[in-house]
């Protein structure tokens, strides 16, 4: 039997929400999430196609998510990841994501269900792309601080107003896009609290593990156990 369409159509919403936020972690990479309470690290959870599954907060489109590699060399690593002015330019958009996600995840089923009025659902179609020319607004203002030439923000405006759940993830597109350019190992023990050092150590250790049954001594993986080893 086929879903009601109110059904598909919040479903397609949270499909198209999951599938723009969802990252596939190869073995050597570190999904770095920037919290209320701190930084947090996370090697990813399931396996699909040797790499790690890592979706981030469904309730917090908030946060800034960068990735890092702890095969990269430290020595490229760029000065400008010492400030963290880009991340505080994000902040910016706190306030219209929020108001988007509870449009399409709140008003939107709570309409569906119990008042699917024309009137009422072209309303709230309105708040949505009004809110989302609201974000566009933002990526262009502030586009020298988030590193965007014109055509990049004007690009980057076009998709989110195609596609308002893909809005959604404005900032974790902004900061994956920019990247901390950072070694992974330097910049979990540069972020993260003392406690949790260790435990991200330990994840990244196990994906080295995977690295080294599949590759062998490779001179590469071997330099990077090394220095696995500075966070135990």
Do not use: K
């Not at 086929?2 to 723009?20: E, H, N, R, S």
């Not at 000065?79 to 706190?94: G, I, M, P, Y």
């Amino acid at each position: 039997m086929t879903p009601p369409i109110d059904v598909l159509l919040v479903g397609a919403v949270v499909a198209l929400y999951l599938q723009d936020a969802t990252l596939l972690l190869h073995y050597d990479e570190v999904a770095l999430t920037r919290t209320s309470r701190g930084w947090r690290a996370s090697t990813g959870g399931i396996e699909a196609r040797d790499r790690r599954v890592f979706v981030p907060d469904f309730f917090r489109p908030a946060q800034p998510l960068f990735r890092s590699s702890w095969l990269s060399d430290p020595a490229h690593a760029s000065t400008r990841t010492q400030t963290f002015h880009f991340v505080d330019a994000l902040s910016v958009f706190a306030l219209p994501l929020r108001l988007l996600w509870l449009c399409l995840f709140f008003a939107l089923p709570l309409l569906l269900w119990r008042r699917p009025d024309p009137l009422w659902l072209l309303t709230l179609t309105g708040m949505v792309y009004g809110i989302t020319a609201w974000l566009c607004v933002g990526v262009w203002r502030f586009r020298r601080v988030l590193e965007l030439g014109e055509r990049d923000a004007l690009t980057l405006a076009f998709e989110l107003l195609c596609c308002p759940p893909h809005a959604l993830n404005l900032v974790r597109r902004l900061s994956l896009r920019r990247g901390l350019n950072e070694d992974a190992v330097d910049a979990v023990r540069r972020l993260l609290p003392a406690a949790t050092v260790a435990r991200a150590g330990e994840q990244m250790e196990q994906r080295l593990s995977y690295a080294l049954a599949m590759r062998g001594d490779d001179a590469v993986l071997l330099r990077a156990r090394n220095r696995l080893e500075e966070l135990r």
